[in-house]
């Protein structure tokens, strides 16, 4: 299957710092990719959807100038937790969807571990 | 928007045997997908099985088999000959166009 990779897997940041979280299609081009957030032993919890040259549409609730999201390629998105505090500690996942139409599937990086002191 | 429910927070099956995860959704759309992953202690997610939702025929990959009951709403997992490797939290997902929508997920245990 197609490769996704995401990194850093783990990264410890001092509280008001910004972290930046990299994602990347290794061996396709995605036109879309997807930020998700995950509390341990729950389920993902979308963030952001995030299409290449545009705008991310962010869900409800999640604070887009805290959480920025830029896409500008076709094989790389970026994370960025800017001014991170504590409640911001969490396992962060992207993912990536290979091609559209009747084969799309959905790929995940390997996820990101932020702990905010 | 799609819901997508997993009524079994945790299972367990011995080593060798056969268990079913349940999951069941509701969508107002004609063409969807289902899925389900799997994420292992290493919280990498790997996709399992895909079912295209226009396809009466159940999706099979070697030992996991899904039983689809469109009319039901109804996407169940088979994981037969169950191996230790196989302990992980199960996420059932639909899509729609670019929307993925996830169940609460299903921890799974295998015992030795």
């Known amino acids: 299957g197609a490769v996704v990779s995401q990194h850093p897997s783990w990264v410890i940041c001092k509280s008001g710092t910004s972290v930046k979280i990299e994602c990347r299609s290794l061996?396709?081009?995605?036109?879309?990719m997807f930020w998700y957030r995950q509390f341990p032993k729950q389920s993902l919890m979308l963030m952001a959807t995030?299409?290449?040259?545009?705008?991310?549409?962010?869900e409800q609730g999640v604070e887009k100038d805290k959480f920025l999201i830029n896409h500008a390629s076709l094989t790389l998105s970026t994370l960025t937790v800017t001014s991170a505090h504590p409640e911001d500690s969490s396992f962060y996942i992207c993912?990536?969807?290979?091609?559209?139409?009747?084969?799309?599937?959905?790929?995940f990086g390997s996820g990101t571990q932020l702990s905010v002191l | 928007a799609q819901t997508v429910t997993q009524s079994q927070p945790e299972m367990s099956v011995q080593e060798a045997e056969t268990v079913t995860l349940s999951c069941t959704y509701d969508?107002?759309?004609?063409?969807?997908?289902l899925f389900w992953y799997k994420q292992p202690p290493s919280r990498q997610m790997i996709l399992v099985i895909r079912?295209?939702?226009?396809?009466?025929q159940n999706a099979t990959e070697n030992r996991f088999s899904v039983n689809f009951q469109k009319a039901a709403k109804s996407f169940s997992l088979k994981i037969s000959d169950s191996q230790l490797g196989d302990t992980a939290m199960y996420f059932c997902?639909?899509?729609?166009?670019?929307?993925?929508?996830f169940g609460t997920g299903t921890s799974l245990t295998v015992i030795p």
């Open positions: 993912s990536a969807t290979q091609s559209t139409g009747p084969d799309e599937k959905l790929f």
């Open positions: 061996d396709f081009q995605a036109t879309t």
């Open positions: 995030s299409n290449e040259g545009s705008k991310a549409t962010y």
């Open positions: 969508t107002s759309e004609n063409n969807y997908y």
């Open positions: 079912q295209e939702a226009y396809k009466q």
């Open positions: 997902a639909s899509q729609t166009g670019n929307q993925f929508y």
